[in-house]
């Protein structure tokens, strides 16, 4: 008995420490699509206008800039578990963008960027609730007051 109560205390206690491998993952996802978007920055612009949403063309390059830096920042941020939920905080309004006006697929079709956009927010709301997890520096300054 004291062994099984033993192990479920420690699986317990370790229940989401498997997150960090999602974590770090989505973290070099936006880094890599934010370094992407350099290459492709009039690709990026191109996007944003044909949104079709009034006056959007006028902060394109604007809009264009803060999705680059906000995927290489906010990919380093999420890597390291570092403002955890800032950095999440930051990209879910990108990534509503992307969902709801960019790479929303026709009827009855299912398109990659769509499902990969949506993958992405889901991950990241997760995080913006649950945080960097076990193993992040959020953590590790908390417990050493830095």
Request: glycine content about 8%; overall charge positive.
């Amino acid at each position: 008995m004291g062994i099984t109560k033993n192990i479920d205390s420690a699986s317990q206690s370790r229940k989401w420490e498997w997150l960090v491998f999602l974590r770090v993952a989505l973290g070099l996802l936006l880094v890599f699509k934010g370094i992407s978007f350099i290459s492709h920055a009039r690709e990026l612009e191109n996007m944003i206008v044909n949104t079709n949403l009034r006056k959007i063309d006028q902060f394109a390059a604007f809009l264009s800039f803060y999705i680059t830096v906000a995927h290489l920042l906010g990919g380093v941020l999420l890597i390291a578990g570092l403002y955890t939920r800032v950095a999440a905080a930051l990209q879910i309004p990108i990534l509503l963008g992307a969902v709801i006006f960019v790479n929303r697929p026709g009827i009855l079709s299912v398109e990659p960027e769509f499902v990969l956009s949506s993958v992405i927010l889901i991950l990241l709301i997760l995080f913006l609730i649950h945080g960097g997890g076990a193993f992040s520096m959020d953590r590790y300054v908390k417990r050493h007051q830095l």
